[in-house]
């Protein structure tokens, strides 16, 4: 009996496996498949890096945004001196109400760190000279009594009312593809990573092409000219 | 026995696990991306919120309330709440304010604070040192200059000015009678100064003639622009105490209260009759017939009139709402705080 529907199987005598056209078109399906998997990883693997990179870009663009922001939004014009590429500024640092005087004055403190003379000066502002007159810190001790630090500074402030900022002379950089800071004359040194010369992203084969979000280009130009001078300025005080 | 070998279900198998860790990379990137974006818009959420009580409170603020603080002394208004104000030095405040977001890690906060300067009533009183100051001359024709001295205190001179000529038909008198020398340059901001005041005024006269009077319906006072107060304590309008600021001005009649800055010159006749404080930037002119009380400060001055110097006429003018506001310092608003 026959049974219907069903492939007969070859002969134990006849030649096992399959034709040479079988073999080929199945090894060229296989092939198909191993390139399109392959370009498939490939393509998935640069679409990673690109989102890596402008993820990184973001993140630059982020801290870029966030520092200056934090630093400038409350800036007045007598604090920060604008440069090609960057600005110089009083970076306040903390500051709070006069609350003693003398020949020290005594701060009810608030503040990112302690005040510390070898980097700060005082900017103390009254009824009379809302602009602040510069001091530079000369000691710094605390003082729980007014809740903070009492402090030596030069030239004597004169008074013992008023409130007081402290502040370092520094200055934000758009230059080698970073922000960077520079405390008075030290070096520059990154803030963020190095990302912002390139405002293109090329995938290794150049097929993928990506514009990044940030260029110094389009984010800050501004000149810097008498650096020396600026310096002068914004930590000792005085005119122009 | 069915043949099953073969890899093709471990080949799918490994594809779908490949495409899993694409997915869950991918899916990674975004969250971290929507978390900090998040973080960002909670911390600006929170700037926003310190810098608007701030502002806010600085919108409604009145001298008046805070007049009682003592330096280095602070309150908390309650409302918008977080906001503190202290007095940091005699005419300075300083407004601050925290901004709290809550957010799945815990609260994002930033402060907010900005410096208010005041002008207290003895620094504007101050600009007034004499009945009669003047940068420039004073003549004195006829009528009289007195440095007055009343219940709200003692005689000041009667005329300071580097030069003042007075008639022997005239009556000067004062503490000196007259000081020969220039007046002390306003402290700033001065509110009598035409251009700030411009921005204080209650009224904002054109100028040419005008000739003012209390006007009042059913025993209250009805302002307008040709209402300036009335001196007269039982009239509904005493408490009516403009800042009037116009150009060159001429007062013919007519009765007033107040503090009047013109910028321009000014001339009194008619037997108008003005209680405060005038301003003049130019030449101030009172003729014979027409008073001032309080005190005059003009570039230059011919009086044939009379200027009496009166504390209490004084004090008034000083404590105009006008002044009771928040001036922002030129040079420096927002500070930064921590």
Redesign the interface.
């Known amino acids: 009996m026959t049974r219907r529907g069903r492939v007969p199987r070859r002969s134990a005598a006849g030649p096992p496996g399959v034709t040479l056209p079988e073999l080929l078109l199945v090894a060229w399906l296989f092939a198909l498949v191993l390139i399109a ?1 392959a370009r498939f ?1 490939g393509a ?1 693997g640069r679409l ?1 890096v690109l ?2 990179e402008r ?1 990184r870009a ?1 993140d630059v663009v ?1 801290t870029t945004d966030l520092v200056l922001n934090g630093e400038l ?6 604090d920060m001196v604008a440069g090609r590429d960057s600005v110089r500024l009083r970076a ?1 640092r ?2 709070g ?3 003693g005087g003398g020949s020290e004055i005594s701060i009810r403190y ?3 760190r302690r005040p510390d003379p070898t980097k700060d000066s005082a900017l103390i ?4 000279t ?3 007159t510069v001091h530079q810190v000369t000691a710094v001790a605390s003082d729980t009594a007014c809740g903070g630090y009492r402090l030596g500074v030069s030239p004597p402030a004169g008074r013992s ?3 007081v ?1 402290i502040f370092e002379t520094g200055a934000y950089y758009l230059s080698r593809g970073a922000l960077r800071y520079r405390r008075g004359r030290g070096g520059r040194q990154p803030v963020t990573e190095a990302v912002l010369e390139n405002p293109w992203f090329e995938s290794a084969t150049g097929k993928l092409r990506a514009r990044l979000p940030l260029h110094p280009d389009t984010f800050l130009r501004l000149p810097l000219d008498d650096e020396a001078a600026t310096i002068r300025l914004l930590s000792q005080g005085g005119a122009p | 026995m069915t043949d099953r070998s073969g890899f093709a279900l471990v080949m799918a198998m490994l ?1 779908v696990l ?1 495409l899993m860790v ?1 997915a869950m ?2 899916l990674a ?1 975004g969250t ?2 929507a978390w ?1 974006a998040a973080a ?1 818009a909670r911390h600006a959420q929170a700037t926003r919120a310190a810098e608007g009580a701030v502002l806010r409170t600085v919108a409604a603020w009145s001298t008046r309330d805070v007049a009682a603080l003592d ?2 002394g602070s309150f908390t208004p309650g409302d918008p709440r977080g906001v503190d104000i ?1 007095r ?5 405040f ?1 407004v601050a304010a925290t901004g709290r977001v809550p957010g799945p890690g815990g609260s994002v906060t930033a402060r ?1 604070a900005l ?1 208010v ?1 005041v002008l207290h009533p003895d620094r504007l009183a101050s600009s007034f040192p004499a009945a009669v100051s003047a940068a420039g001359a004073v003549t004195v024709p006829e009528g009289s200059v007195s440095g007055g001295g009343d219940a709200c205190g003692d005689p000041g001179p009667g005329i300071m000015a580097p030069i003042a000529t007075i008639d022997p038909g005239a009556a000067v008198d004062g503490d000196p009678p007259v000081a020969y020398r220039l007046p002390p340059a306003p ?1 700033a901001p001065d509110p009598f100064d035409p251009g700030t005041a411009a921005g204080l005024a209650a009224i904002h006269h054109p100028g040419g003639t005008v000739t003012p009077a209390p006007l009042a319906t059913a025993g209250e006072c009805v302002p307008g622009a040709g209402n300036w107060g009335s001196p007269d304590p039982a009239h509904p309008c005493f408490r009516l105490l403009p800042l009037i600021v116009a150009p060159d001005l001429v007062m013919d009649g007519g009765m007033a209260h107040g503090v009047l800055v013109v910028d321009g010159d000014l001339r009194l006749t008619g037997g108008a009759h003005f209680d405060g404080l005038i301003a003049v930037r130019g030449r101030l002119d009172l003729d014979a017939g027409s008073t001032v009380r309080g005190a005059v400060r003009a570039g230059s001055v011919v009086s044939a009139g009379r200027i009496l110097r009166n504390a209490c006429a004084i004090r008034r003018g000083v404590s105009a709402p006008a002044f009771d506001g928040p001036f922002r ?10």
Do not use: K, N
């Open positions: 998997a990883a998935q990673a989102g890596q993820g973001a982020r939004r409350y800036a007045a014009a007598p306040v903390g500051g109400t006069i609350c608030r503040g990112a502002i009254t009824a009379d809302t602009d602040g009312v008023g409130m900022l | 594809l490949a694409m990379g991918m990137v971290r991306e900090i960002g330096v280095r202290e940091v030095d005699s005419g300075l300083v907010a410096l300067r402290a310092p030129p040079e420096r608003w927002w500070i930064p705080m921590f």
